[in-house]
């Protein structure tokens, strides 16, 4: 007979436990760094006693792990699950603007997560950095196939190199965790700004408009 | 009577030395983080004996200080340099391509203490920060102007938010420093696609060509 979902569940209370020690292990993580990450520090913020984190997490360098993976994981998912949701007919152009904005919005949600990936990834030992690689090649694999698609209509502009193209363009959404905060600009307008600047560098400006 | 350049000049064996240890602490702060950067492994990199350190430094922060100061300095050296040497009748639009391809080659060169700076901005004391603060408002200012300065010409797309365009822009170049690989692609591939993007999203492609 199954469990009620109460007790396993996402929803149960080891999970949302669960997610109260990685969420301040992505708050510690990224303002202190993988040398200074202690886990009484975030088993305070989880407001737990730290011996209970070894319930869910072997190890000081499993959750750090959890932490710098499952970020991006969950963005790949969002992205991923976005682009699913468009109809066909949707231009390949379009579909780059449309994940901009599913990237944009949800790295600043998770910010901590975001950031604590983008500030340790050179500072985890090499152990902790290979799931976070492979996550994070195959998010870029997502964006590798949508400038495919962009350029096989032939309406990019010519001597456009794709793959720098592609690496300058995730950087600009990449580094907004670091700049953006709510009171200085409404997320809605850098948004736009992006998805204004895709449309003319990738040649559909004045052609699509949501 | 003034001392012999050798001695107390820029190129002076203590300026020397002092250089020295300045590389060695932007390579290992940039790997390790605040929390992880040794002086010891600092001097071993240096080749020195860590106490010769001191004879520079006053501490382990005033050192990390420097380093995390000195490359936004530079680089608005460097970009302010480059600026003031272009001809007057040099387009808003084209000051623009030609200060990010100044912003990209040297945070490139000078890459420990780009990525030194950026991983570690929100992990350092906030006495640390507050220099390296202040030299990234003195070099956004120049970024500023130069954006406010193509805006008056007019030939600016409509509705572009001026500020979000420059913050995902210097976030482009910014990020640079966390993919770029000499083997990965030619520098120069990198620096003609921002410029192109650039000359496309401020409205000025296909009329400057350098």
């Given at each position: 007979m199954a469990q009620p979902?109460?007790?396993?569940?996402?929803?149960?209370k080891s999970a949302r436990t669960r997610k109260r020690i990685l969420d301040a292990a992505a708050y510690i993580l990224s303002r202190k760094g993988y040398a200074g990450t202690r886990l009484t520090e975030v088993a305070d913020l989880a407001d737990l006693q730290a011996p209970a984190i070894y319930y869910h997490f072997p190890s000081r360098d499993d959750l750090i792990e959890e932490v710098m993976w499952s970020g991006i994981a969950d963005m790949r998912d969002h992205v991923a699950a976005t682009l699913a949701a468009l109809p066909e007919e949707t231009s390949p152009i379009e579909r780059i603007a449309i994940a901009a904005e599913a990237h944009l919005r949800h790295e600043l949600q998770i910010s901590d997560y975001t950031t604590a990936a983008i500030r340790n990834a050179a500072q985890v030992p090499a152990k902790i950095r290979t799931r976070q690689l492979d996550e994070e090649i195959a998010y870029g694999a997502i964006w590798k196939k949508l400038f495919e698609e962009a350029a096989e209509t032939g309406s990019l502009p010519d001597h456009l190199d794709l793959s720098s193209a592609r690496m300058l363009l995730l950087g600009a959404l990449n580094w907004a965790s670091e700049w953006w905060t709510p009171d200085v600009r409404p997320l809605d307008t850098v948004v736009q700004t992006a998805q204004s600047m895709i449309r003319r560098i990738l040649g559909d400006e004045g052609v699509q408009e949501i």
């Open positions: 979902a109460a007790t396993v569940g996402p929803d149960s």
